[in-house]
């Protein structure tokens, strides 16, 4: 059964940092792409931040640039996703999603993404 698990999330105070996992069973991740992406309450779905399978490019979103950093071990099938000085506006149910990508680069369209977990929820308040 192909599966991704989101763990890590929790409450944190602004200026805080979470390392949010992803990890996956009944598939191996090195051909895929991983994203994370996050849905806060009444928003849009919006990408975070991406990393390629093949050359293990990295892509962030504006808001999180400088302060998020997605890393991989494909030898425990899980990614990572750290985040720090978290603001209040990093509230939202945050999902890994993979991709087949066995080129370079890094898909940034949700549409690209066929496997996605259930969501952890990152709550940042004082």
């Known amino acids: 059964q192909v599966q991704l698990v989101?763990?890590?999330?929790?409450?944190?105070?602004?200026?805080?940092s979470l390392r949010l996992s992803c990890a996956a069973?009944?598939?191996?991740l090195d051909y895929y792409a991983i994203g994370w992406f996050r849905q806060a309450p009444g928003k849009e779905r919006e990408g975070v931040s991406y990393i390629g399978s093949s050359d293990g490019?990295?892509?962030?979103a504006d808001s999180v640039k400088g302060r998020?950093?997605?890393?991989?071990d494909n030898a425990k099938n899980t990614v990572y996703l750290q985040m720090n000085s978290l603001s209040p506006e990093g509230t939202a149910v945050y999902y890994c999603a993979a991709a087949w990508w066995a080129v370079v680069g890094v898909p940034v369209s949700a549409d690209s993404y066929e496997y996605w977990g259930q969501g952890t929820q990152v709550t940042?308040?004082?």
Request: proline share 4%.
């Open 6 to 16: 989101e763990s890590g999330g929790g409450l944190v105070q602004p200026g805080g």
């Open 25 to 28: 069973s009944g598939f191996t």
């Open 57 to 60: 490019s990295t892509y962030y």
């Open 68 to 72: 998020f950093t997605i890393s991989r």
């Open 124 to 126: 940042v308040s004082s």
